[in-house]
């Protein structure tokens, strides 16, 4: 892909509020990514009322994903991370690995949240725990 083939693809995702994947109601935009030196990505995301994110992961093809979720506002209630091995956690920063530990969003109750999200792949051996032991 060309340098301007990607920035034209760059600029018709960014800084738009996309359907987030799961379909349960919640929202993204990109911010800024890039493949070098390492890829990363940033994306905002909201929660309005009433919308979750079931358990799943988020697999790359190759090498560790590592996500900084930062929480921005959070609901009157629900709206909790849910991730059972965290490398880091205090109420409003996650540090943690969305390809090898499942994660969700407990339903948001009373008024929305907003979550800053930075993920980046390190290379490396990836642990998905999807591959049977050897
Ligand atoms: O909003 C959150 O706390 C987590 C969203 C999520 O699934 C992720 O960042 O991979
Ligand atoms: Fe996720």
Known sequence: MSFATTLRSYFSLAFRWQRGRQGTGYDKML???ARWPLPFDSYLIRYPEGSEIPPHTDPVQAGRHY??????KSPRSGGEFVCATPIFATRRIKLFRP??????VTRVV??????????WVLPGRSDAGERPPP
């Open 31 to 33: 911010l800024l990514t």
């Open 67 to 72: 996500r900084l979720n930062v929480v921005l």
């Open 99 to 104: 390809d090898a530990c499942e994660h969700s």
């Open 110 to 119: 009373g008024g929305s949240r907003y979550v800053f999200s930075l993920g």
